[in-house]
């Protein structure tokens, strides 16, 4: 179990930094508000738990669309 956490840290621009650091891997973004950043850590988090990457798999990805095709 990985117990490490996103680091917030607070640019003079007023914009908020967020690094993760899971497994090996390493994803950072900025963000204006440090809700978004959270919300994006744990997307991170949850896709490199899942895949080992920090990006999507590429099924999910397909799913989603397929899905949207349905509407």
Known sequence: MHT????FTQL???NW???VRRKN?????T????KDGEDWALD?????DRS???KPRAA????????SMKV
């Open 52 to 54: 080992g990457s920090p």
């Open 25 to 29: 891997r390493y994803v950072s973004e």
């Open 4 to 7: 490490a956490v996103a680091s």
């Open 17 to 19: 930094r967020v690094q």
């Open 44 to 48: 991170m988090e949850r896709n490199i």
């Open 31 to 34: 963000f204006r508000r440090r």
């Open 60 to 67: 999910e990805l397909a799913g989603d669309r397929a899905q």
């Open 12 to 14: 003079p621009s007023g």
